[in-house]
């Protein structure tokens, strides 16, 4: 995974709008205007901000020493995971994905709805 094989992932979920909120470094994906991941594009490493099921989180962290807690978001449901191979794409494209559900599980039913016609 580099950064464009991650934004061309992530711009094919239903509803999803790539924006600049923080300023010309910080790359964010959003569905339906709630973040869903978020990648610097100032840094020597490639890495992202996922959210994630907070037992998960945990459980990912303890497994791959490349999985950190979120960097300036909220540790309990977010982790930062750095890109350097360890890790396989598969693994890397599922939490995405698992982000991005999350997000959307968390949306009105009348949002929900709209995505899935989306498809």
Known sequence: M???SLRDYCLKLPGV???????????????VGKVF??????SPQHQFNAKCDPEKA???????????PGYHMSKKHWNTVLVTGSI???ALFGWVKDSYDLVVAGL???????????V
């Open 2 to 4: 580099n950064l464009e």
């Open 17 to 31: 709008t790539e924006e600049l909120p923080f300023g010309p470094d910080t790359l964010v994906f959003k569905v």
């Open 37 to 42: 991941l978020l990648t610097p594009l100032d």
């Open 58 to 68: 945990e459980e990912l962290r303890e497994k791959y020493p490349d999985v950190k």
């Open 88 to 90: 396989p794409s598969e």
């Open 108 to 118: 009105p039913k009348k949002s929900q709805l709209e995505l899935k016609d989306i």
